[in-house]
C-alpha cells in the first residue's frame, strides 16, 4: 500500500521510552516508522526489534562512521517512501488522536504543515516550557500573519518536530541534516524555511516533547560548543546572502549568546577572546544596543537564573 506518511525517529538507548513513543503511533497500512538506531547497546536494540508489537516498524542502524541524530535522520530520508514526513526524537510521543489531525492534509498540496507543540516533565506529567519558543512563534503568526512573524516562523524554530513536511520538496530541493554532534537540524530547518511557499500554521497540537532526568547538560565540552558555533556561523552567512538586508537585520542575529555559552560552562578566558575574534572576522554583530539598558538586561538575568532553577533537577553532565 502507498504510504502517506513517513515518521523517522533517530535514537540512542532509551528503549523504554522509544517503546512508548512507538505506543503512541497508531498501527495503520498508510503509516511508515523508521527507527534508526544510533549506535545503542546492542542486546537492548535487537529486543525490541524482535518483539512481535513493533514487526510493522523499519529498524535500522547507524553503520556509518559518524554518529549523531542528523546522520540517523538522512539515513531514515533515504528509506522513506511516504508523501509526508514527520520527525520525533525517541523521548517524545505523539498526542492521542494525532493522526486524525495529520491525515486530513494527506491530499494537500502544501510545503510544510505546521502544528502546536507541547512539553511535559515526564516524572511529574505537569506541563513544562521546553515548547513555549515555538508556541508563541506560531500563535504570533495564527494571530497577526504579517511580514514579521512570517519571517520569524521561516527562520527562528530550528527544530524539526511538529512539521509535517512533503517529501518531495525536501528531495527537490536538496535539503539534508548536517553530520555534526550538535546542532544538526539549524541548517534543515533554516533551508526549509528559505524554500518553502505554500505552508499553513494549525493551533492543533500532535506532539510532546519531554522532559526527564538526564535531558539537559550542565557540561559543554569545547568539541560541542565548536559545533553549535560552526552552525550558527553558517546560519549567519546563509540568511545573510539568500535575504535582503531589511529582513536580514529584523532577525536581529547576535553573537553575544555564544560568549555567554563560554562563561556559563566554564570554557576559560581564551577561549572566550578566540570567539570573539571569530564573531568579528566573520562580520557577525556581538551585542544588542538594548542590552544596555540596566532594566531589560535585568530581566533577562533574573528570567535565565529563575529558569536554571525550575529546570536544575533535569541536568546531567556530559561525558
Known amino acids: 500500500m ?11 538507548n532509551i528503549f523504554e521510552l522509544l517503546r512508548k513513543l512507538l505506543d503512541s503511533i497508531p498501527k495503520k497500512d498508510n503509516i511508515e516508522i523508521i527507527v534508526i ?3 545503542s547497546d546492542k542486546k537492548g536494540f535487537e529486543e525490541i526489534v524482535k518483539e512481535k508489537k513493533y514487526e510493522h516498524v523499519i529498524f535500522l542502524k547507524n553503520d556509518t562512521n559518524k554518529k549523531g ?51 511535559i516533565y515526564i516524572d511529574n506529567q505537569e506541563i513544562a516550557d521546553k515548547h513555549i519558543q515555538a508556541e508563541l512563534l506560531l500563535l504570533n503568526y495564527i494571530n497577526n500573519p504579517n511580514a514579521l512573524n512570517e519571517l520569524l516562523l521561516r527562520y527562528k524554530f530550528p527544530p524539526p518536530w511538529s512539521k509535517m513536511i512533503r517529501r518531495d520538496f525536501i528531495c527537490e530541493n536538496d535539503i539534508m541534516f548536517e553530520d555534526v554532534i550538535a546542532s544538526n537540524d539549524v541548517m534543515f530547518s533554516t533551508k526549509v524555511g528559505y524554500h518553502m511557499e505554500k505552508f499553513i500554521v494549525l493551533n492543533e497540537i500532535i506532539y510532546c516533547i519531554t522532559m526527564r532526568h538526564g535531558s539537559l547538560t550542565t557540561n559543554m565540552n569545547e568539541q560541542v560548543f565548536d559545533a553549535r558555533l560552526n552552525e550558527f556561523i553558517k546560519y549567519y552567512h546563509f540568511l545573510e546572502t539568500k535575504l535582503d538586508k531589511t529582513n536580514f537585520e529584523l ?27 571569530v564573531l568579528r572576522k566573520n562580520r557577525i554583530k556581538i551585542f544588542e544596543l ?3 539598558n540596566p532594566f531589560y538586561t ?22
Not at 502507498?2 to 540512542?12: A, E, G, V
Not at 517524545?92 to 492534509?105: I, N, P, R, S, T
Request: net charge positive; proline share 3%.
Open 2 to 12: 502507498k504510504k502517506d506518511l513517513s515518521i523517522i525517529i533517530p535514537h540512542y
Open 37 to 39: 538506531d544510533d549506535k
Open 69 to 119: 541524530a542528523g546522520t540517523c535522520r538522512n539515513i531514515g530520508l533515504e528509506k522513506a517512501t511516504g508523501k509526508w514526513v514527520l520527525f520525533a526524537d525517541a523521548d517524545d510521543f505523539f498526542m492521542e488522536g494525532f493522526y486524525e489531525k495529520v491525515a486530513k492534509y494527506f491530499d494537500s498540496d502544501y510545503d510544510v504543515i505546521f502544528f502546536t507543540p507541547t512539553s
Open 251 to 277: 532577525l536581529n542575529l547576535r553573537g553575544y549568546h555564544y560568549l555567554s555559552l563560554i562563561l556559563k560552562y566554564k570554557l576559560g578566558i581564551k577561549k572566550f577572546i578566540s570567539v570573539f575574534f
Open 290 to 292: 538594548r542590552l544596555l
Open 298 to 319: 535585568f530581566r533577562k538575568i533574573s528570567g535565565i537564573l529563575k529558569q536554571w532553577r525550575k529546570d536544575k533537577k533535569y541536568f546531567t553532565k556530559e561525558p
